[in-house]
C-alpha cells in the first residue's frame, strides 16, 4: 500500500492513522483507497511493521460498542448517535464481498463500503495478505449508514474551517499485493 502524506510517500501493507478531522474512501475487492485530511501535519514514523501517522493519540477501539448512545433504524439503514464508535470491515477473497461489522447493529455484507467521515477519525488498515481494518469516530457525533448493494458511513457534522488543512492519501492497485 502506498501512503502519501504532503508529499512524503511511504510504502507497507500496514497503516495506522490517527487524528484526522475527515476520511473519505472506498473498499471493495481489490481497491481500497482513502483520503483523509488533518488540521495540522501529523508525525509519520515507519518500520518493517508499520506505517503509523498521528497528530497526536494513539489508535482506540471500542469493540464493545459501549459509546454507542443511540440506534434507529430507517427504511435504507441506521442512524448511530455516539461518544466513540467502532467500524471493523474486511474483504473476502472468495466471494469478494466485505463484512462491515458495526456496534449493535451486526455484520452488513456490500460489494463496496464508501466512507466520507468527519470529525476525530482514525483508522487501522492491513491490506496484505487481506484486506482488513477498523475506523474509530470518537467526536460525539451521529453517522448515517446505508445499507445495500453497497454500504456507505457519512456524517454530517457542521463546517469547519477548511484553509491549512493537511492531505493523506493511500492506494492499493487492483489484484494482491
Same mark, same amino acid.
Given at each position: 500500500?502506498?501512503?502519501?502524506?504532503?508529499?512524503?510517500?511511504?510504502?507497507?501493507?500496514?497503516?495506522?492513522?490517527?487524528?484526522?478531522?475527515?476520511?473519505?474512501?472506498?473498499?471493495?475487492?481489490?481497491?481500497?483507497?482513502?483520503?483523509?485530511?488533518?488540521?495540522?501535519?501529523?508525525?509519520?514514523?515507519?518500520?518493517?511493521?508499520?506505517?503509523?501517522?498521528? /497528530?497526536?493519540?494513539?489508535?482506540?477501539?471500542?469493540?464493545? +460498542?459501549?459509546? =454507542?448512545?443511540?440506534?434507529? !433504524? %430507517? &427504511? @435504507?439503514?441506521?442512524?448511530?448517535?455516539?461518544?466513540?464508535?467502532?467500524?471493523?470491515?474486511?474483504?473476502?477473497?472468495?466471494?469478494?464481498?466485505?463484512?462491515?461489522?458495526?456496534?449493535?447493529?451486526?455484520?452488513?455484507?456490500?460489494?463496496?463500503?464508501?466512507?466520507?467521515?468527519?470529525?476525530?477519525?482514525?483508522?487501522?488498515?492491513?491490506?496484505?495478505?487481506?484486506?482488513?481494518?477498523?475506523?474509530?469516530? /470518537?467526536?460525539?457525533?451521529?453517522?448515517?449508514?446505508?445499507? +445495500?448493494?453497497? =454500504?456507505?458511513?457519512?456524517? !454530517? %457534522? &457542521? @463546517?469547519?474551517?477548511?484553509?491549512?488543512?493537511?492531505?493523506?492519501?493511500?492506494?492499493?492497485?487492483?489484484?494482491?499485493?
Amino acid at each position: 500500500m502506498r501512503l502519501n502524506l504532503d508529499g512524503r510517500v511511504y510504502e507497507n501493507p500496514h497503516m495506522i492513522v490517527v487524528g484526522l478531522k475527515k476520511l473519505t474512501g472506498e473498499i471493495s475487492f481489490g481497491i481500497v483507497k482513502i483520503d483523509g485530511e488533518f488540521d495540522t501535519l501529523p508525525q509519520a514514523s515507519s518500520s518493517e511493521d508499520v506505517v503509523e501517522v498521528s /497528530s497526536g493519540g494513539t489508535f482506540e477501539s471500542d469493540v464493545s +460498542g459501549s459509546g =454507542v448512545i443511540s440506534l434507529n !433504524e %430507517l &427504511e @435504507d439503514g441506521y442512524i448511530i448517535e455516539f461518544s466513540k464508535v467502532t467500524i471493523k470491515f474486511d474483504v473476502d477473497e472468495a466471494t469478494g464481498k466485505v463484512s462491515i461489522k458495526v456496534p449493535r447493529i451486526g455484520t452488513l455484507k456490500a460489494s463496496k463500503l464508501l466512507l466520507d467521515v468527519s470529525g476525530s477519525v482514525s483508522i487501522n488498515l492491513i491490506v496484505s495478505p487481506f484486506v482488513v481494518g477498523a475506523i474509530t469516530l /470518537s467526536n460525539d457525533g451521529r453517522i448515517k449508514i446505508t445499507a +445495500g448493494d453497497e =454500504v456507505k458511513i457519512t456524517s !454530517e %457534522l &457542521e @463546517d469547519s474551517s477548511v484553509g491549512g488543512s493537511k492531505q493523506l492519501q493511500v492506494q492499493r492497485a487492483s489484484g494482491r499485493a
